[in-house]
């Protein structure tokens, strides 16, 4: 599997689902989980034997310009795991911000299994996530 997007943000990025720059955006380290494009939430990747490793990390001071979604690089903080994992990218709260809300609300945007250092292997600790500095940074629209 390559790194995608998952089917629903796309449709909720037209229909007004996702606000990325004022929305809390996580990112979350996720083992024994095979990408599935038409899940819509955070729930249904632990229904589906996934594991989130850690605490999920906040992308901070988040832009968009010209199509193009971008924010810090993050840190993960990990428990022992010998498992690989992915990188998921969803957003954790309302769309206009705020606390969490449920699994069951959490939209997922993005899965990453590929790249520099993707798959991780993580040990007990943190695990930095530096996002490309490429043109397409994070993600990119067309």
């Known amino acids: 599997m390559a790194n995608a997007s998952y089917l629903p943000f796309k449709t ?45 990390a906040v992308l901070a001071n988040p832009t968009l310009v010209d199509g193009v979604f971008d924010a810090d690089d993050c840190t993960i903080t990990t428990t022992a795991s010998p498992s690989t994992h992915a990188l998921i990218v969803y957003q954790a ?10 699994p069951t609300a959490q939209r997922l945007m993005f899965f990453f299994e590929q790249g520099t250092n993707l798959p991780i292997t993580p ?19 067309g």
């Open 12 to 56: 909720g990025l037209m229909g007004g689902l996702f606000d990325l720059d004022t929305a809390v955006v996580k990112c979350a380290l996720v083992s024994g989980y095979l990408y599935v494009g038409t899940h819509t939430f955070l729930s249904q990747v632990t229904g589906a034997g996934g594991a989130i490793n850690g605490t999920p």
């Open 93 to 102: 709260s309302a769309i206009g911000g705020g606390a969490d809300v449920a």
């Open 123 to 141: 040990g007990t600790g943190n695990v930095t996530i530096t996002w490309p500095n490429t043109a397409g940074k994070i993600y990119k629209i």
